[in-house]
């Protein structure tokens, strides 16, 4: 059991930075925390900016994975222009030492991170986005326990087809080319790391779609890849080459896209990825999505990414998110599922009226792009 505790460096919590509210903070942090803390693992907001992180596997914390969270919040809260205005400290101990710890006061966390020892009874770790310091306790020095992460030989990049189903018309209307791991191995670990993956697949899905005028394709777009303006770049500059016949073929799903769509993400999608897409899509991991966030037109539909193995929460996702029905056909946004895995699930898809579902009981993973084709519901999933 951990604190996380959250504020701002340069300022009370009643004040604002750059128009970041305390109420901002929170909304925004939690919606974070519940995307990437997922189940057997558990959080609860306990005060303003203080979550309480529980992992029954695990003996503490991963310090690279709160460097990791601490470095996306700072570019959600502030954008790329933002400054180390984020500050964040967690807390590991007994659970009595953990709740004291998430009701400090803001002024004595921003003096830990200035240097003054945090309480005795327990591991106390400043997060920052260039590494993980850990606090000694009173009278003792602080001493720095990750300044970098860890340099590992690159993993082999392997990418794979899967299609995409109508349901209304029972069809495979194209395939999503995406980057395949092995079970267990590790996601990606920064934005360059994130775009040179989908580069790769883009790239891989315009060649296909050169070669077969037939053939149409999704591609995924990190929604904080366009966010961030050198990165950003990387992909105009393909997309600036892209011939009318393959643009026209060619759709975008996006991803990482919290319950809220930022403020800061609308521009871009605007003005780089709508254009040069034949459709978009955002994909969620939050059944509760807030639709109406998104600016008329923006997108085309909104696929909920179903994840974990309790088949009952899936189920209930499933169903929250398409009870939303009328609420999307109203704004003119389809709704599909990602991830569909057994019957249960995509007979609940069908009947509820989702408009497209992908996963491994709709299609297999192919080596190549999935042609367009008919394929009756009670026949899937589509193999070799």
């Not at 909304?27 to 992992?55: C, F, M, N, Q």
Request: glycine share 8%.
């Amino acid at each position: 059991m951990a604190c996380l505790r959250i504020c701002i460096e340069r300022g009370a919590r009643e004040s604002a930075v750059e128009g970041v509210t305390p109420a901002k903070i929170d909304k925004t942090s939690s919606a974070y925390i519940e995307a990437h803390w997922p189940p057997p693992r558990r959080y609860g907001r306990v005060a303003p900016g203080a979550y309480v992180l529980v992992d029954p596997h695990a003996d503490y914390l991963d310090g690279e994975e709160l460097r990791n969270m601490a470095q996306e919040l700072q570019l959600r809260l502030f954008g790329t222009q933002g400054r180390d205005d984020l500050c964040m400290l967690t807390f590991e101990g007994d659970e009595e030492q953990v709740l004291k710890f998430s009701t400090l006061g803001e002024d004595e966390l921003l003096a830990m991170r200035g240097g003054k020892p945090p309480p005795p009874e327990g591991r106390t770790r400043l997060i920052r986005g260039d590494g993980v310091q850990e606090l000694a306790p009173w009278g003792s020095t602080p001493r720095k326990v990750a300044d970098k992460p860890k340099v590992e030989a690159p993993t082999p990049i392997h990418l794979g087809w899967r299609g995409v189903y109508n349901l209304g018309s029972q069809k495979f209307e194209s395939s999503e080319i995406m980057v395949v791991r092995k079970s267990g191995a590790p996601e990606p670990q920064d934005d360059n790391e994130f775009a040179e993956h989908d580069l790769l697949a883009f790239d891989r899905a315009v060649a296909a779609l050169e070669a077969d005028p037939s053939l149409k394709a999704w591609v995924g777009v990190r929604m904080w890849s366009v966010v961030r303006a050198g990165i950003r770049d990387a992909y105009q500059a393909r997309l600036t080459a892209l011939s009318p016949s393959v643009r026209e073929r060619m759709a975008a799903v996006i991803y990482e896209v919290p319950r809220d769509l930022p403020f800061s993400a609308i521009a871009p999608l605007r003005d780089l990825v709508l254009p040069n897409f034949a459709r978009v899509d955002l994909r969620v991991h939050d059944a509760g999505f807030y639709c109406q966030a998104v600016p008329e037109g923006l997108a085309h539909g909104v696929v909920l990414q179903l994840e974990g193995d309790d088949e009952k929460s899936r189920l209930l996702k499933i169903h929250r998110f398409l009870s939303d029905r009328k609420v999307y056909a109203t704004r003119r946004l389809r709704q599909g599922l990602a991830g569909v895995r057994n019957a249960r699930e995509l007979e609940l898809a069908r009947r509820m009226g989702a408009n497209t579902v992908k996963g491994p009981f709709i299609s297999g993973l192919f080596a190549t792009p999935v042609t367009e084709q008919e394929a009756p519901i009670d026949e899937l999933p589509l193999a070799v």
